[in-house]
Every structure is written in C-alpha cells, then in structure tokens.
C-alpha cells in the first residue's frame, strides 16, 4: 500500500502522468472521515491492481491537506498501520476541473453517491459509485452503482477486495479496513444499531485471515478516544471538525461543539473570531449544537445561533423555536454576546440529523428573494454569500461497557420513539 501511495503522489508531481494520460480518481465525501479516506485509499489500491487498462488510479481525500489535523482518528490510525501522511493526496493537491475539461478524469464515488453543487461539473466524469447512504443518484447505464445500507462504506470496499483480489489482503490494509468497520459499528456491538449481518460477516472474515489485528474493543475506543478529543483545537479547528453547510436565500453553516455550550461561549475574542469565520467561509449565519454529557451519561444538548444580521439570527431563531417537526422544545439560555442567541434544547434526541432538515425547510419557505434590510446589514458587517461545502456526521461517545457511542444510542432511540409515534398515529 505505501509503495503504491508513494508512487500516486510522485505521479501528481510530475503532472499526474503527462499531458495526455487519463486518471482515474477515486474521491470520498467531503467529510474525509475514516470510511471516506480508507474507502478511498483501499479501493483505489485495489482497482490499480485489477484494471490494467486504467493509465493511473489516485486515491484523493477531499480536503485540503491542512485539514487531516481536524480528523485525529485518521491520523490515529494511519500511524497505527505505519502509513505516513506525506503519501496522502488531498484536493488541493490535484486540479479535478483541469483533468476534465482536457477530457482526461475518471472519477469513482466511494462513501457518497452524488457530488455537492460546488463540484456538480466533475459529473460527466463519474464512472462508478460505491456508497451506504440513502440513494440520491439518477440511475445510468454508463455508471454503475454499489449501494447497501451497511453500517460502513469500508464493508463494501472489503467485499469487493475479498471476492476479486484476495490476494491483496495483507495486515496493513486490513487493519485499515478493520479499524474502520469496527469505529463506524460501534465494534460491531447490535445494540448500538449500526451493525448489519454483512459488517459482522467481513470484519469476522479479517479476523479470522488476520489473528494479530487488534482486539476490538481496545482498537474501538482507542479510534473513538481520538475522534472526539478536540483539546487544544482553535476556535475555527473546532467549527470545521464537524461542520455542515446548507445554502439557499441565504448561507449558513451547523457546527457540532463536543464541550458544553458555555464553555465555547466562554472562549476570549469569540465574537471576533466567528465573524472572520463568516467572512473566510462567506457565510451569513452560523447555528452551533453542542453535545456533552452528565456523570450519568444523559445526553445534554444545547444551541446557539450567530449572526451579525440580526434579521437572519432572528427569523432563524424563531423559526427554530416555533419548529414542530420535530419540536427541538428550545430555552433560552444567557448569552454573552449581543450577536448570539443561546438555547438549552430539551429534546436531545435532535441531533444535527434531525435539526438539518429543519433549516432546509426554513430556507425553501423564506424563498429566494433578500429582504432589504438583509442586505444593508450584511454590507455593515462584509458577510458575503456562501458556497456549498459539508463535513462529518456522528457523534459516538462512550457510555462504557459494552462500549456503545453516545449517538448511536440516540438514534437508536429515536427510531424507537419514531416508529412509537407512527404507530400512535394509525
């Protein structure tokens, strides 16, 4: 594996293998978590070796490489398995949009099945996709499309590898593949409600080819201990670590904290810093969830919505407030600062999941047209419109042995309670 990563990033500096070659690149989402960068890595690794036809495969992690510091669980386990990241290749590194208007990209979606509006002109280029999420994608004959709603993309990735090029298999990518199956299920644990028959099925099949990998658990905790820890982040490290963008009449982006909402409001100079966050990410409004958790491991859930308009903030927050489906039961909390509103929110079975759609329902409703005063008050402050960009869902924590995440309880929960109220409504 390292040997063909080293070999990737020589190629892309010696122009990604001359002007006329095509490259075929196998990009994860935005989000590059642990299953988007090991689906990407693995599954390019296994298509270099299965289609010789194929001039160059590049596995790319779609950040900038300045951002693999937000993701330490990555970093974890890339040192685990003794890879460096000086053989990653990140977007930044790579011009997608020249490679396709020289008619010369290839493009493979692993861990999303539709590209973001800010890349939707690298479509014609996507030949094949291999995802786990809900199907977004129009169906295509000239696109084939491997999707199953297992509890990680790197299940799928595996089955491929396992049933066309076992012999590929040594202890290093497995213990990618592993590591990652095992953080995405919740080590494999049912009543987290992540796993599903064929993750237990390929993770048993590591194991078993594999004895010297890890024991579960100690690698679960290990993988989780370092995905949630965010000592020492910066204001803006903290915002982009679990970052969703949403874009409509106008632009705003939902961050998940892992400290109490008072902490984060605590920090000096926040005011300053999230407005040169706005203008950096041409954003108008921020929403903020934080997550945290009693000595009982009871969820606490909180929100807080900044805006230097105080239209936006105060059509945001109303809306909010008033939202039923579902109702987020908002408090609100003393705040600080003049451009925050801050919430405790009663109904911490809302996690951003729930809450997003919410905002997408606001923003269809507001419509496309500006009001006026919306667009006088963001020349006061120089926040501009937004692009479209998103980052990393989840949020397990653990709730000690068995070693289940916190949010994968919540959903858990939250399925039962759905299926509860469906069944009250028949």
Same mark, same amino acid.
Do not use: W
């Given at each position: 594996? !390292?040997?063909?990563?080293?070999?990737?990033? *020589?190629?892309?500096?010696?122009?990604?293998?001359?002007?006329?070659?095509?490259?075929?690149?196998?990009?994860?989402?935005?989000?590059?978590?642990?299953?988007? &960068?090991?689906? @990407?890595?693995?599954?390019?690794?296994?298509?270099?070796?299965?289609?010789?036809? !194929?001039?160059?495969?590049?596995? %790319?992690?779609?950040? #900038?490489?300045?951002?693999?510091?937000?993701?330490?669980?990555?970093?974890?386990?890339?040192?685990?398995?003794?890879?460096?990241?000086?053989?990653?290749?990140?977007?930044?590194?790579?011009?997608?949009?020249?490679?396709?208007?020289?008619?010369?990209?290839?493009?493979?979606?692993?861990?999303?099945?539709?590209?973001?509006?800010?890349?939707?002109?690298?479509?014609?280029?996507?030949? /094949?996709?291999?995802?786990?999420?809900?199907?977004?994608?129009?169906?295509? %004959?000239?696109?084939?499309?491997?999707?199953?709603?297992?509890?990680? #993309?790197?299940?799928? $990735?595996?089955?491929?590898?396992?049933?066309?090029?076992?012999?590929?298999?040594? *202890?290093?990518?497995?213990?990618?593949?592993?590591?990652? &199956?095992?953080?995405?299920? $919740?080590? &494999?644990?049912?009543?987290?409600?992540?796993?599903?028959?064929?993750?237990?099925?390929?993770?048993?099949?590591?194991?078993?080819?594999?004895?010297?990998?890890?024991?579960?658990?100690?690698?679960?905790?290990?993988?989780?201990?370092?995905?949630?820890?965010?000592?020492?982040?910066?204001?803006? *490290?903290?915002?982009?670590?679990?970052?969703?963008? %949403?874009?409509? @009449?106008?632009?705003?982006?939902?961050?998940?904290?892992?400290?109490?909402?008072?902490?984060?409001?605590?920090?000096?100079?926040? /005011?300053?810093?999230?407005?040169?966050?706005?203008?950096?990410?041409?954003?108008?409004?921020?929403?903020?969830?934080?997550?945290?958790?009693?000595?009982?491991?009871?969820?606490?859930?909180?929100?807080? %919505?900044?805006?230097?308009?105080?239209?936006?903030?105060?059509?945001?927050?109303?809306?909010?407030?008033?939202?039923?489906? =579902?109702?987020?039961?908002?408090?609100?909390?003393?705040?600080?600062?003049?451009?925050?509103?801050?919430?405790?929110?009663?109904?911490?079975?809302?996690?951003?999941?729930?809450?997003?759609?919410?905002?997408?329902?606001?923003?269809?409703?507001?419509?496309?047209?500006?009001?006026?005063?919306?667009?006088?008050?963001? !020349?006061?402050?120089?926040?501009?419109?937004?692009?479209?960009?998103?980052?990393?869902?989840?949020? =397990?924590?653990?709730?000690?042995?068995?070693?289940?995440?916190? !949010?994968?309880?919540?959903?858990?929960?939250?399925? &039962?309670?759905?299926?509860?109220?469906?069944?009250?409504?028949?």
């Amino acid at each position: 594996m !390292e040997e063909f990563l080293t070999r990737c990033c *020589q190629s892309v500096k010696d122009n990604a293998g001359g002007a006329g070659a095509g490259v075929h690149v196998v990009l994860g989402n935005e989000a590059c978590d642990l299953d988007s &960068m090991v689906s @990407s890595l693995a599954y390019a690794y296994f298509l270099s070796k299965t289609l010789p036809s !194929e001039p160059l495969v590049l596995p %790319v992690l779609n950040i #900038c490489g300045s951002d693999l510091a937000l993701r330490p669980d990555n970093l974890f386990l890339l040192r685990q398995t003794g890879l460096s990241p000086d053989v990653l290749l990140f977007r930044d590194q790579l011009d997608l949009r020249r490679l396709q208007r020289a008619g010369r990209l290839r493009l493979t979606l692993v861990d999303h099945n539709v590209l973001p509006s800010a890349d939707s002109d690298l479509e014609e280029a996507v030949v /094949e996709v291999i995802d786990h999420h809900r199907m977004e994608r129009e169906p295509s %004959v000239s696109c084939p499309v491997t999707m199953e709603m297992v509890g990680s #993309c790197t299940t799928l $990735v595996t089955e491929r590898i396992v049933q066309k090029a076992p012999e590929l298999l040594d *202890q290093q990518l497995a213990q990618l593949l592993y590591g990652t &199956m095992l953080l995405d299920c $919740v080590a &494999m644990a049912p009543a987290a409600g992540k796993v599903t028959p064929k993750d237990s099925q390929y993770v048993a099949a590591l194991e078993e080819r594999f004895p010297a990998l890890p024991p579960r658990g100690a690698l679960f905790q290990a993988l989780q201990s370092a995905k949630f820890d965010v000592s020492g982040l910066n204001t803006e *490290q903290m915002l982009l670590k679990d970052m969703k963008e %949403v874009t409509g @009449s106008f632009n705003l982006a939902v961050s998940v904290l892992y400290i109490t909402l008072e902490e984060f409001l605590q920090r000096a100079e926040l /005011e300053a810093e999230l407005c040169a966050f706005c203008q950096r990410f041409e954003l108008d409004l921020l929403l903020l969830m934080s997550i945290s958790f009693t000595d009982n491991k009871e969820p606490i859930r909180e929100l807080a %919505v900044y805006s230097h308009s105080a239209t936006c903030r105060t059509e945001v927050s109303q809306y909010l407030e008033q939202a039923r489906h =579902p109702p987020l039961q908002l408090r609100p909390l003393s705040s600080p600062h003049p451009h925050i509103n801050a919430y405790h929110q009663g109904n911490t079975l809302a996690s951003r999941k729930k809450v997003l759609p919410i905002i997408k329902d606001f923003l269809r409703e507001r419509g496309g047209d500006r009001r006026q005063g919306d667009q006088e008050e963001e !020349e006061e402050s120089q926040v501009p419109p937004t692009p479209m960009n998103s980052l990393v869902e989840g949020c =397990p924590l653990d709730d000690g042995p068995p070693a289940f995440s916190a !949010e994968a309880l919540e959903e858990k929960f939250s399925k &039962m309670a759905d299926r509860r109220g469906a069944a009250g409504r028949m």
